[in-house]
């Protein structure tokens, strides 16, 4: 590459950052990363020994793939641009070798786009941790090792029919038929008896010269595979009219050889994108309410590290799959509060300037119209796609009412939406921006998820009991307050949910599953505690399965029991193990009530505080960290510690085993 055209190129990669980061919200960082890692392979590809391998990993909707069409757009690689959908089925990846090969062929430079989209379809091990056989991906996996796999040489296809005709040439060859120059000497007529030869005997009349034994489509057969050795096929067809029957029967056999043969495709000088939704690391994506405040939700997702991807990739990969990955990870992180108000107001411009060249009238959001929008479109878990649909559905589907109303009124300069429950509010003024009394403000009614909510039922107080529970369970043993605890939630009205940071790295211990089981039976136990056994709710269901498996995984499998043993079940498909038995379905029922013993005496420890949490959730939808610090500073918490709380610190038991040590070595 010229100085003049490596400058152009720099210039392009600059100018791309620039767009990128005017267009997309929230993601200056990520651009930068992405732009840091290509900015080698786009400017100086021939010192390139192997792909360029980028990860996006990050939860839906948040721009990962129209990032990379996009940059993809502004650096003008469209036509080196390869998309792969790795969760569609019916594309399956024998279509991208064969895409592979086509490339191959084609392209000189070799420089390549690929982006393997929806990635964590393309896993090789199972929930059960049992090994997938997925043999379509592995050029996949080639792909990302070096940049080079082996495949079918492209004429294989022709291979049998080949075959036959050297088979068959054999024959005639043993029965007499001879061949000079490329045309049958003897025994026209065997030839053209043969099995259903006849037909090629007489295409043979019409054929570019008589009774040449090589028909056209066979040519071109021939040459497809032989095309390395002559430049045309008529240069084919010279040689062929060259050689006796034994050297045709020896080519037709050099032929098979060769179509049988496999070829090295190299893709080495590749950029390769690998994007993807990883959900084992974001654990609290699971939660899909609009009640997650966006900027606590944003400032989770930023402690997600590279540690963590790798860890998220071992559920579902090999290790050295991962290894092929590489270590350029980007993280998306997901939009805080701001982010979305920022896309809610380009997306509202954006509307008003289409609606401004049709009807030549201004449209102006009101806060409460743009708050309405945050608070029906927000879904912190699922990015920027609901808040669009959101616009779509509040403001956009009813711009034709708009338009028809502007159109007909032509002292109408501006138009301002507001949103007064439960109805849009468009309200006219004139080029003095005077609002026009005798135009009737247009109501349009709308349903929103906001409207429909209850926030003072039984039902409520139900699950503002059980969250009550969760929340002190937890404040008691893990000595965490929560980020938000919700009785009513909009996506659901008849669950709540407690949300809590995610634990720094740390040894699980026998006394942390207990009191990590008595948490998530705290709320089971709240209902019972309060209501009485005989008016417990279902609502418990998830709690107990969870506390059940996870003191049953820490007893059958990670050797907390007492005992260092893998049990199985009689049936189960791994070999390696031992049998369980009822010994052990009792411990996890001792457990289970242990659990539910200490999650009890929390709970009664600290009953003051719980029924007032579970009145203040039973008359609000929901509290934050900040309601729950002040709740618990006004005297209702018990301080002293009971007894149950991780205390435990393997370093100062180590310091201090040592130094015992020593003491006894002087004392001898």
């Known amino acids: ?166 088979k068959n040439l054999k024959y005639l060859i043993e029965q007499g038929l001879k061949i000079e120059n490329g045309v049958i000497s003897e025994k026209t007529k065997l030839y053209a008896q043969i099995s259903n030869w006849k037909i090629r005997y007489d295409s043979l009349e019409k054929s570019f010269d008589k009774k040449l034994f090589f028909c056209h489509d066979i040519v071109d057969e021939l040459f497809e595979i032989m095309q390395n050795e002559f430049e045309t096929s008529l240069q084919l067809v010279h040689y062929l009219k060259t050689i006796n029957h034994q050297q045709t029967l020896e080519f037709i056999e050099l032929a098979i050889q060769k179509s049988q043969a496999r070829q090295t495709l190299n893709f080495s000088n590749s950029l390769i994108f690998i994007i993807g939704n990883l959900d084992e690391a974001y654990p609290f994506c699971a939660q899909l309410d609009t009640d997650i405040d966006a900027d606590l939700f944003y400032d989770l997702s930023t402690k997600i590290n590279i540690t963590d991807i790798k860890e998220a990739l071992r559920s579902r990969f090999k290790l050295e799959q991962i290894a092929r990955l590489g270590n350029n990870h980007i993280i998306y992180p997901s939009f805080s509060k701001s982010h979305y108000e920022q896309l809610i107001q380009a997306s509202l411009q954006k509307i008003a300037a289409t609606f401004y060249s049709a009807t030549k009238v201004t449209l102006h959001f009101t806060q409460a119209f743009t708050q309405l929008i945050y608070n029906e479109g927000v879904y912190p878990t699922q990015g920027c796609r609901p808040v669009l649909s959101t616009i779509q559905n509040l403001l956009e589907a009813n711009l034709p009412q708009l338009y028809v109303w502007a159109g007909n009124k032509s002292t109408i300069r501006f138009i301002t939406i507001d949103y007064q429950q439960p109805a849009l509010l468009a309200t006219c003024f004139n080029k003095l921006q005077q609002p026009l009394t005798k135009i009737p403000p247009l109501h349009i009614p709308l349903y929103t998820h906001q409207s429909n909510l209850s926030y003072s039922d039984d039902l409520q107080a139900l699950i503002a009991v059980h969250e009550a529970g969760h929340t002190v369970a937890q404040m008691q043993l893990n000595q965490q307050i929560p980020l938000t605890v919700v009785s009513v939630a909009i996506s659901n009205q008849a669950s709540g ?36 056994k005989d008016n417990l709710s279902i609502g418990s269901k998830t709690d107990i399965v969870s506390a059940t498996q996870l003191i049953a995984t820490a007893i059958r499998q990670q050797g907390l029991g007492g005992k260092p043993y893998l049990y199985i079940a009689p049936n189960s498909e791994k070999n390696a193990g031992i049998y369980e038995s009822a010994t052990e379905n009792l411990l996890v029922q001792q457990w289970l009530d242990e659990a539910t013993a200490i999650a ?44 149950f709380e991780q205390s435990f610190s393997f370093k100062k038991q180590l310091e201090l085993t040592i130094q015992n040590d020593m003491i006894q070595i002087e004392a001898q």
Request: hydrophobic share 40%; with cysteine.
């Open 497 to 532: 949910f407690v949300l809590t940071e995610q634990a720094e790295r740390q040894t699980v211990t026998l006394k942390q599953i207990k009191n990590k089981a008595a948490i998530m039976l705290s709320g089971y136990v709240a209902e019972y505690l309060l209501f009485s």
């Open 1 to 166: 590459m010229n100085q003049e055209k490596k400058m152009d190129k720099n210039a392009l990669l600059k100018q791309a950052s620039v767009q990128l980061n005017e267009e997309y919200i929230g993601l200056e960082k990520v651009i930068e990363q992405i732009m840091h890692l290509l900015g080698n392979w786009y400017l100086y590809p021939q010192f390139q020994q192997k792909p360029v391998v980028i990860n996006l990993w990050g939860m839906t909707g948040i721009g990962k793939t129209s990032l990379v069409k996009r940059i993809v757009e502004l650096l003008k690689l469209d036509d080196i641009f390869f998309h792969f959908d790795m969760g569609n089925n019916s594309e399956h990846l024998s279509s991208i070798k064969e895409h592979l090969k086509e490339l191959e062929l084609q392209s000189e430079q070799k420089q390549i786009v690929f982006c393997f989209d929806e990635f964590q379809y393309a896993n090789t091990i199972d929930a059960m941790e049992k090994e997938l056989n997925k043999t379509y991906s592995r050029v996949v996996w080639d792909l990302l090792d070096s940049g080079c796999f082996q495949a079918q040489n492209s004429a294989g296809n022709n291979t049998a029919r080949l075959i036959t005709w050297y």
């Open 600 to 643: 009890e005496k929390v709970l009664q420890y600290q009953w003051p505080f719980l029924l007032q949490l579970a009145k203040q959730l039973s008359q609000q939808r929901k509290l934050t960290r900040s309601e729950i610090i002040k709740l618990k500073e006004s005297g209702f918490w018990n301080p002293e510690p009971l007894g």
